[in-house]
């Protein structure tokens, strides 16, 4: 069975078949379908404007969309509407564009198109991917006792008066109408259907209430809870979920998550970020508009930044976005000030703050975490709330006071501030000052505003290095499917967020792997260097590589970049990359593709669009095909396509083209030079060809 997402044009189309038998999920959001099916799906093109072949764990789904990032803001703006590609929304501060990649076009081929222009850093498939809140069991002690605990009243105490500010906090769904939340928003948006809109879509959206109240409940109302901001701080909330599950599970994407930090930093009163929750996977826009944030945001002083570490009690946690260096992972202490017993510990954790049972607002009515209808909204209305999604917006909602105490803190003073500040407690081994159970220790909201106040930044030399000014990123390009024994291309490419950094050899090497990593029976395939920097933002490099005859299933090809660190970059992390290819031993019988070029139309936009057929007029069913494309006199194209062909069966579809010679006519060819891995045994029908004019 093959899982295949379908992208939707039109809601009409979208609603007639979200409930089929074998739709497996869907994605309003996006206009996508996933369907269980046996083969890969002939579209509709009509109705449809993207077919992908996902994996059966669904953990990335391709949204047809693609982030990209610009070296120029306005150069890129102008490239794109020239070329009439669709900007769904862009972001002048951290030059980033969200855009519609155009219908049935792969995405190499768009990638392809874009980096000859050498105007753009970074171009990006959006996926969706699976993410979990960071919520944990509920238990009743005494009200409020975590601000005594920061001692919140002698931090209170030392606030100037009327000055106020915001901390954007990234969640699922808020109940912003809630008795105990008036006037404590500002500026929320809804990052998944990009609009104001941020109530609770679901019965199980309901994370989001007390992760704000935390900050900005109404204090001295006579009613609720108390926030620790003491009315001095709102909340931006900023949607970033949807079908949100009983299990704490939610979808998001690389274009939603990169949205909301975008709102954020376009808020000149937003004082903090807040993320409580988390999942597997590196998200490359996010964490490039996440670096901006840190070093950019509140006019250059940087915007201190949040996540959760996690409530698995791990010793050495990985989950994004607390392990982005941007990011300061925050874990959860207990009434005993010691390592609560479900918080992740690890390198990446940055401190903890009070993580179990603090008292705060609860979604009202049975979809609340109280789930009761006492009648009473004292017990109703409210919870206390536990985990390590309890202490990250404790820990953002006291640094944002921080910075209503002395606005001209930059980020990194607040972290040498709270380093300095936090409180080593709970009986752990604290070396240099921190230790893995409970990072630099737990927050004291006294000491951080009195030292924020009195703080110069002369006193206490700066405890990080400078952030670098880069980062690198790998992407690989190779075939899904192949033969035992065949050859296969292996493409990659190096990626340097900034073009402008001096020029560096960065070495890679080129593993195959059954898993996603680099493991002691890994085989190193290939090892070659690339120059970036000096005014190259990516460097591309490929090689032929022939399947070992005895191995079959699934393998991955794993990418690692800079391998002897010759850059020292915003993350080291993400010098990995991976991509996964199904190999299949050789079939006996007859390969013979047929490849026909149909016709030709020039569109209004000035593109050409081209219709392809292939046949399969053999007696073996094709799994992959490698396919030069592109006119003569122009940039050719390398094709690795999935598509599946019975004997007999053919499959039609048309591109629109862009990359031109500079005269007309000229002929625009195509040619298959690999089928299921290997040659086809007639390659006499093998280039098709037509002459195009203007």
Not at 46 to 60: F, G, I, R, Y
């Amino acid at each position: 069975m093959k899982i295949n997402a379908v992208k939707f044009k039109n809601k009409k189309s979208f609603d007639k078949n979200k409930s089929k038998l074998n739709v497996k999920e869907v994605h309003e959001p996006f206009g996508i379908i996933v369907f269980e099916d046996p083969t890969e799906v002939a579209p509709d093109t009509t109705k449809v404007s993207q077919v992908n072949s996902v994996s059966p764990t669904l953990e990335e789904i391709p949204t047809g969309l693609a982030i990209v990032v610009a070296s120029d803001f306005k150069s890129a703006e102008r490239y794109f509407k020239t070329k009439q590609i669709r900007i769904l929304e862009s972001f002048e501060p951290t030059k980033t564009f969200i855009v519609d990649v155009p219908d049935f076009q792969p995405f190499e081929e768009f990638y392809s198109q874009l980096t000859l222009e050498g105007i753009f850093i970074s171009i990006e498939p959006d996926n969706i991917i699976k993410a979990e809140k960071s919520a944990d069991d509920f238990y009743n002690y005494t009200s409020h006792w975590h601000l005594g605990n920061v001692k919140a009243q002698e931090g209170w105490n030392q606030m100037p008066t009327n000055v106020f500010g915001d901390v954007a906090v990234l969640d699922v769904g808020c109940e912003t109408t809630h008795e105990d939340l008036v006037g404590a928003f500002n500026l929320n948006w809804d990052c998944v259907t990009d609009n104001g809109n941020v109530e609770p879509k679901n019965e199980f959206e309901k994370h989001g209430t007390p992760c704000s109240g935390i900050i900005c409940a109404r204090n001295n109302n006579g009613i609720g809870a108390k926030g620790v901001g003491n009315n001095q701080l709102r909340v931006q909330f900023l949607n970033i979920g949807y079908n949100a599950q009983s299990s704490g599970a939610f979808s998001t994407s690389d274009t939603i998550c990169t949205r909301a930090i975008n709102k954020a930093l376009a808020n000149p009163s937003c004082l903090a970020i807040s993320m409580s929750w988390g999942g597997g996977m590196r998200q490359t826009a996010f964490e490039n508009a996440l670096n901006i944030a840190r070093t950019q945001g509140r006019g250059g002083k940087g915007i201190p930044i949040f996540a959760s570490s996690g409530n698995n009690n791990y010793t050495e946690f990985t989950q994004y976005p607390a392990y982005y260096n941007a990011v300061m992972g925050i874990g959860a202490s207990n009434t005993n000030n010691q390592k609560a017993s479900f918080s992740n510990a690890g390198t990446k954790l940055f401190a903890v703050a009070c993580g179990t049972a603090l008292r705060t607002i609860d979604r009202t009515g049975i979809f609340g975490y109280t789930n009761s209808q006492t009648g009473n909204p004292t017990i109703d209305n409210y919870c206390n709330f536990s985990g390590t999604s309890a202490s990250t917006p404790f820990f953002a909602g006291i640094v944002a006071m921080m910075l209503l105490k002395n606005p001209n803190l930059t980020e990194n003073d607040v972290r040498i501030i709270l380093k300095n500040t936090c409180r080593k407690l709970g009986g752990y081994n604290y070396v240099n000052g921190r230790c893995n159970e409970m990072g630099f220790g737990i927050i004291d909201m006294d000491s951080a505003i009195r030292e924020a106040g009195a703080y110069s930044g002369t006193p206490t030399p700066p405890v990080d290095p400078l952030p670098p000014t880069t980062n690198l990123t790998g992407i690989l390009n190779t075939p899904k499917n192949a033969v035992s024994g065949s050859s296969v291309v292996v493409g990659y490419s190096v990626l340097c967020s900034n073009p402008n950094f001096p020029q560096t050899n960065v070495n890679c090497e080129v593993y195959i792997s059954r898993t996603q990593s680099i493991q002691t029976d890994s085989k190193l395939i290939d090892s070659s260097s690339c120059v970036v920097g000096g005014g190259t933002g990516n460097a591309s490099l490929s090689f032929n590589y022939t399947i070992p005859a005895n191995i079959s299933g699934d393998w991955f090809f794993v990418l690692k970049v800079d391998t002897t660190n010759a850059v020292n970059e915003m993350s080291e992390i993400d010098n990995l990359a991976t991509s996964t290819i199904a190999i299949s031993s050789p079939v006996v019988g007859n390969i013979d593709m047929k490849a026909e070029i149909l016709s030709y139309a020039w569109q209004p936009d000035g593109r050409c669009k081209i219709a392809y057929r292939f046949t399969n007029v053999g007696t073996t069913t094709v799994t992959s095909c490698k396919i030069i494309v592109g006119f003569q006199g122009a940039p050719q194209i390398t094709w690795n396509r999935p598509d599946v062909l019975q004997p007999n069966a053919k499959i039609d579809f048309t591109t629109n083209w862009v990359l031109f010679p500079t005269t007309f006519p000229a002929i625009f060819s195509m040619t298959i030079t690999q089928v299921n891995g290997t040659n086809d045994s007639n390659p006499s029908n093998n280039t098709a060809s037509i002459l195009v004019n203007r």
